[in-house]
């Protein structure tokens, strides 16, 4: 029974990566927890195409079953590989712990699979041949799927590709353009002149466009993905602001650590989702100096020096005290740059005057403080992570555009 | 070609929905955007189920197929559906907008179905039978689809069910035991005395048990899955957390409004996730009282008054530290609950006597100050959310062991 509460996002990994390499993934498939369809599904996959890897089943409870599944579907005995209980044994003695029973079954296999070791995990993967085709089994857990995927799998496919097409992608994220507004700009752009695709791909709050070019000579490929970047860019004036695996809160981080400048962030409605973002990133203490989450009127005075008068006067969230806020964390943090965002997550809260989604955003520099107000829709996560990707994009084009002059543009 | 970038949340949705009803959802596949692999898969699908929904496919754009894909697969001519066009236009006109050209494909159908019509969203969905089979198709657009599949697709599979088996579902989650710890325990229990099944579910950091009782007394069921139940419950002491779609943050905040007591929260290794979690529950302002990111040692002595001899003296990551950051916490904001993690999140930062994942929590309440040391695996992602996680879970001990003498048990 496929449950709904399925791994999916390793699909969705592998099947980005394979494209990315130029494999044309034909068909993502998920099976329930019962022999008979997995050995169905494992079949009719491996008439289907040219390669198979499954994911997930190889885990220590009764209803991992891909392994009697496999062998049963390619008419195969199950053994016991010894190494590979040995590696699972010392993996759990590394811990301090005894192996549970239960992981044995994690070292039985089809008698001919090949196996792939895991360093990262105590499931090993395996690799079966039928009818010429490879069949890759990986464990479920997204850490584990992942580096046996790109150590094992990918290298042996492209090894074993046919032909001698080169593939080149690159992604780039936009954010501040509607995906409609992306599309009108660059309806002009003749994709097929270098031999390229482009897909659309909305990533709430951002969005990404992928290029793929493919061709014969490398040299060539290359040339025209560059080309073709360019053209994009140019087409889109500083709304790109990362490409492939990088995020916003990396490039913000590399900003500030080029400019030697420091970061503090006072969030209100954000409640922490910028702070918890700028940390992701290993060696962020470097430049994140500190945060503060102010839900209080309370703590927006003691911890930010709000004036008492203005919360009572104009309410937590406006532009006077996003300004404050914003100067008071630079003023107590001393760092560089004071960044602050209150406003109205909702459900509740919102009132004619200011509805649900009325944001202001401040940030204070050596150069001055600038604020702006938003209105921005959506239900509570929504207006979360629009106001925390508006905040991190204001730090990004203060160094972009030189200064609180630039922010004001 | 399954680009990888596949609104695959669709496909999570309906098999829960589906799952939890009885319905044993046999495949899910996604196919790329090509007439003829969608003219395949529909063909597969009917001939493998008793009932195919098909999500996806159905808007203006150029790359929209479904729907001659589908008059295709069981050879049925396209017509305009008058009334439909009529809808869409009006939705338009509503919006103050003429309707753009390229919408009114979105009123075109294979001649026999029957039109399912859309309230939320400008594409409607349809039904056809094939082979006395009935195949749904729906759009893509998570919202429109969740309504169309709660309001037509569930209802029309409940009455057409066969025989009148009733099932009932519930999810247990579990955090502190690994998923073989769990099995362990619980391989003792014969769900099919019960007319259940068990899936386990790992969820990083939880664990997820899902039974599923089925039977032909609806009054039986309910015992049956309450009993059973009760007796994992009893075998997991007090491991359990939440059911179903409730989350750690919500029950945590629910045991803070019911003792009508208010937290406040000093992270340093987990960077702001724990006010995060916190601030996304609706309401959370009643009782999370202020939050602070205290990154370097300046923050934690200026807004958390850790003397700077312990700093020197211990290190930033060490019990004493941990403690005075909580009581701090808890002074300064005049909250009921102070709590504070710090730690070593990596990759960089750790010792032989402190390795990457050494982290310390604690909590300081009316009745004192408790703390604890652990050893997380992981990475720098893994080590923060299982430290946030593990200080939520401090606190919803607190109240369930009864204050700081049932944290130190």
Redesign the interface.
């Known amino acids: 029974?496929?449950?709904?509460?399925?791994a999916?996002a390793n699909?969705?990994?592998?099947?980005?990566?394979?494209?990315e390499r130029g494999f044309?993934?034909?068909?993502?498939?998920?099976?329930?927890?019962q022999e008979g369809?997995i050995q169905d599904?494992l079949l009719?996959s491996r008439d289907r195409a040219e390669a198979v890897i499954v994911s997930g089943g190889l885990?220590?409870?009764?209803?991992d079953l891909t392994t009697p599944a496999a062998a049963k579907a390619f008419g195969e005995s199950l053994v016991l590989h010894e190494e590979s209980l040995g590696q699972i044994r010392e993996r759990f003695a590394r811990?301090g712990m005894e192996m549970?029973r239960?992981?044995e079954k994690q070292a039985v296999f089809p008698a001919s699979a090949e196996i792939i070791p895991n360093p990262v995990g105590t499931a090993p993967g395996f690799c079966l041949k039928s009818r010429g085709k490879a069949i890759f089994f990986l464990p479920g857990?997204p850490?584990e799927l992942q580096h046996l995927f790109r150590e094992t799998v990918l290298p042996r496919l492209e090894r074993e590709r046919k032909g001698n097409i080169h593939y080149r992608a690159r992604t780039l994220k936009i954010f501040g353009l509607t995906e409609s507004a992306i599309a009108d700009r660059l309806s002009g752009i003749r994709a097929e002149h270098f031999s390229a695709t482009l897909?659309y791909?909305p990533r709430y709050p951002e969005n990404h466009i992928?290029i793929i070019v493919q061709g014969s000579d490398l040299e060539e490929v290359k040339r025209n993905l560059a080309e073709l970047e360019r053209v994009i860019r140019g087409k889109l004036e500083g709304r790109v602001f990362a490409v492939d695996r990088e995020t916003l809160e990396e490039i913000v981080g590399r900003l500030l650590k080029e400019r030697q400048a420091t970061l503090a962030?006072a969030?209100s409605c954000?409640?922490?989702?910028?702070?918890?973002r700028?940390?992701?990133i290993?060696?962020?203490?470097e430049y994140?100096?500190?945060?503060?989450?102010?839900?209080?009127n309370?703590?927006k005075t003691?911890?930010l020096e709000v004036p008492k008068e203005l919360l009572a006067e104009l309410g937590a969230v406006s532009a006077p005290v996003a300004e404050k806020m914003a100067e008071g964390m630079r003023h107590?943090?001393r760092a560089t740059i004071g960044l602050a965002i209150t406003g109205i997550a909702?459900?509740?809260g919102g009132s004619a005057d200011k509805p649900v989604g009325t944001v202001f955003i401040a940030l204070s520099g050596p150069d001055g403080t600038a604020s702006r107000r938003y209105q921005f829709w959506g239900d509570?996560?929504q207006v979360?992570m629009i106001s925390a990707q508006t905040a991190l994009e204001w730090v990004r084009r203060y160094f972009l555009f030189n200064g609180i002059a630039g922010l004001r543009r």
């Open positions: 029974m496929v449950s709904g509460e399925i999916d699909a969705f990994f592998m099947a980005n990566a394979l494209t044309c993934v034909t068909r993502v498939s998920m099976v329930g927890d369809q599904a009719q885990g220590p409870t009764s209803d811990g549970p239960s992981n857990v850490r897909a791909l992928k962030v969030e954000t409640g922490g989702l910028v702070a918890h700028m940390t992701n290993p060696g962020s203490s994140f100096e500190r945060g503060v989450v102010v839900y209080s309370q703590a003691e911890l107590l943090s909702g459900p509740a509570r996560d979360k």
